[in-house]
Structures are given as structure tokens and as C-alpha cells.
């Protein structure tokens, strides 16, 4: 339970880690300062990570008393935080999302009371923005996801070997959770990508080369109908 001083306290580290990155904006990519859907996009992405991440944290937790799992904080490494990082860095950029990363990594360890889950969250994060850089097809989100259960069940192992649980009961639920969290970033980022962009009327380069696609029913048209267009369109 959090006391008086925690919530003070928890809420100025929050206030403090967003002003840093508020600033980094301002510094770095100060056109999304202008573009107000932008800012908006990016303090629900905030927040919409670490409440997802709670409800997660609740849902996993209860599913490991149900299986009566004995290292019940194993469930924190299904957690997908990193599903943040990547929508950042499809939506946004690759410098915002190190940033995003940085800040939300930090927040999620603190109410985990974890030392060793903001470095989990931080390096799956990172990964997963490293690998949706160059994404171009929606199917090509599916290789992120690889990526960031291959970082996940990596990471896990080195801190159970950091904390000497490597050869315990506690390894193997922790490296499932690990690969179980993966899994969901790259449910969560597929399924919920084209409402985002929607809303926001946000274009990202996957949209962009759909729209290129010729096997479009409008370009199709547009081959047809005005092919002095569509070449000169293309």
C-alpha cells in the first residue's frame, strides 16, 4: 500500500521525469510542440502503456495464483511495457522513443518497486523501437515482436543469473512470462495501430506504401481510368 509521502513522492519523480521529457522535445523535435493531436497522442501513449502495464501486472498475477506458481513476481516480465516504444517509434520517431522509453521504464519500475524490471522494460523498449526503424508492412510488425521476445527471455536469464535464480523453480515461468509479454506487444501494436491512426490522422510509412500498393483496387482504377496520372502520380 502507498502512504502519503509515496504518492507525494511518486508524483513529483513522475513530474520531473515528464519535464525532462517535455524538454528533450522542445529541444530535439520541436515541431510536434506545434502539433497539438501529436502531444496529445504521445501523453496518452504515456499513460495508456502504464495503465495497460498495471492491468497486465493484475491479470497475470491472479493467473499465477489460479496455476499456483510459488514465484508470483515472475508474472511481471509478461507485462508488455515495450508496446509503447514501438508505437512511438512507428507514429513518432526513434529519438522520441529512446526518450519515451527512458521516461516510462523509470515510472513502470517504480510502481513495480523493482530495481531489476526497469531494466527489463527499458531494454525491451528499446528494442522494440530499434525494430520497427524501417518497417514498411504491417506483417513486417511481427519480426518487432520477435525481436523483443528475443530480448525479453534474454534479459530475463542475465538477471536470474545476476540474482542467482537462473537454476531455480523461479526460471522457467519467468522466461515463459518474458516470451508471453513479446507475444501481446505485437498483438496490442497490430491491432490497435490503424485506430490510432485514424483518430489522430496520423500516416505512417506502412500507410504510406499501402496507398502505393498497385494492387489496390484505386490504383487499379487510376491505371485504367487516367494512366497518364497514375504514372505521373507514381
Same mark, same amino acid.
Given at each position: 500500500d502507498?502512504?502519503?509521502? +509515496? ?14 521529457l @517535455?524538454?528533450?522535445i ?14 496529445l497522442?504521445? /501523453?496518452?501513449l504515456i499513460?495508456?502503456? #502504464? ?9 497475470l498475477?491472479t493467473? %499465477? =495464483?489460479?496455476l499456483?506458481y510459488?514465484?508470483?513476481?515472475? *508474472? ?7 508496446a509503447g516504444?514501438?508505437?512511438?517509434s512507428?507514429?513518432?520517431d ?6 519515451? &522509453?527512458?521516461?516510462? *521504464? ?7 518497486h523493482?530495481a531489476s ?18 518497417? =514498411?508492412k504491417? %506483417? &513486417?510488425l #511481427? ?10 527471455v ?5 538477471l ?10 523461479k526460471?522457467?515461468?519467468s522466461?515463459?512470462?518474458?516470451a508471453? /509479454? ?8 497490430s491491432?490497435l495501430?490503424p ?11 506502412? %500507410? #504510406?506504401?499501402? #496507398?502505393l500498393?498497385l494492387? +489496390?483496387?484505386?490504383? =487499379?482504377?487510376?491505371m485504367? *481510368?487516367?494512366?497518364?496520372? @497514375?504514372?505521373? *502520380?507514381?
Amino acid at each position: 500500500d502507498f502512504g502519503p509521502g +509515496q504518492l507525494i513522492g511518486g508524483f513529483l519523480i513522475a513530474c520531473l521525469l515528464l519535464t525532462i521529457l @517535455y524538454r528533450d522535445i522542445m529541444r530535439y523535435k520541436p515541431a510536434y510542440i506545434k502539433k497539438y493531436n501529436m502531444l496529445l497522442l504521445l /501523453g496518452l501513449l504515456i499513460i495508456g502503456t #502504464l495503465l495497460t502495464g498495471r492491468l497486465f501486472g493484475y491479470l497475470l498475477l491472479t493467473l %499465477s =495464483k489460479g496455476l499456483e506458481y510459488r514465484a508470483l513476481d515472475s *508474472s511481471l516480465f509478461g507485462i508488455p511495457i515495450p508496446a509503447g516504444a514501438m508505437f512511438v517509434s512507428l507514429l513518432f520517431d526513434f529519438h522520441t522513443a529512446i526518450i519515451f &522509453s527512458f521516461t516510462v *521504464s523509470l515510472l513502470a519500475g517504480l510502481w513495480a518497486h523493482d530495481a531489476s524490471f526497469t531494466i527489463y522494460a527499458f531494454v525491451g523498449s528499446i528494442i522494440a523501437a530499434f525494430g520497427v526503424i524501417r518497417c =514498411k508492412k504491417r %506483417s &513486417s510488425l #511481427l519480426k518487432g515482436g520477435a525481436y523483443v521476445i528475443a530480448a525479453n527471455v534474454t534479459t530475463v536469464i542475465i538477471l536470474l543469473l545476476f540474482k542467482g535464480d537462473l537454476f531455480t523453480l523461479k526460471a522457467p515461468p519467468s522466461i515463459l512470462f518474458a516470451a508471453l /509479454g513479446g507475444i501481446s506487444v505485437t498483438a496490442i501494436v497490430s491491432l490497435l495501430l490503424p485506430l490510432i491512426e485514424y483518430v489522430f490522422k496520423v500516416t505512417t510509412d506502412i %500507410s #504510406l506504401l499501402e #496507398l502505393l500498393d498497385l494492387n +489496390q483496387p484505386i490504383m =487499379k482504377s487510376l491505371m485504367i *481510368s487516367a494512366p497518364g496520372t @497514375y504514372h505521373h *502520380s507514381v
